[in-house]
C-alpha cells in the first residue's frame, strides 16, 4: 500500500487505512479513488497529490 501527499497543504491520503469520512474504505487504491476526490483539509483535487 501507498501513501499519497497533498501538494498543497501536506494531508497525507494512506491506502492502508482509505478515508471513512468520505465512504472511502480501508484498501482502497489511489488510482480507484472516484474522480471528484478532494483533499480533506484544503479540498485540492487528485492531480494536486504526489505519491510519498
Same mark, same amino acid.
Do not use: H, R
Given at each position: 500500500?501507498?501513501?499519497? #501527499? ?7 491520503? =494512506?491506502?492502508? *487505512? &482509505?478515508?471513512? *469520512?468520505?465512504?472511502?474504505?480501508? &484498501?482502497?487504491? $489511489? +488510482?480507484?479513488?472516484?474522480d =471528484? $476526490?478532494?483533499?480533506?483539509?484544503? &479540498? #485540492?483535487?487528485? +492531480?494536486? $497529490?504526489? +505519491? +510519498?
Amino acid at each position: 500500500m501507498k501513501k499519497y #501527499v497533498c501538494n498543497v497543504c501536506g494531508w497525507v491520503y =494512506d491506502e492502508a *487505512e &482509505g478515508f471513512a *469520512e468520505q465512504g472511502i474504505a480501508p &484498501g482502497t487504491k $489511489f +488510482e480507484d479513488l472516484p474522480d =471528484d $476526490f478532494q483533499c480533506a483539509l484544503c &479540498g #485540492v483535487g487528485k +492531480e494536486d $497529490f504526489s +505519491e +510519498e
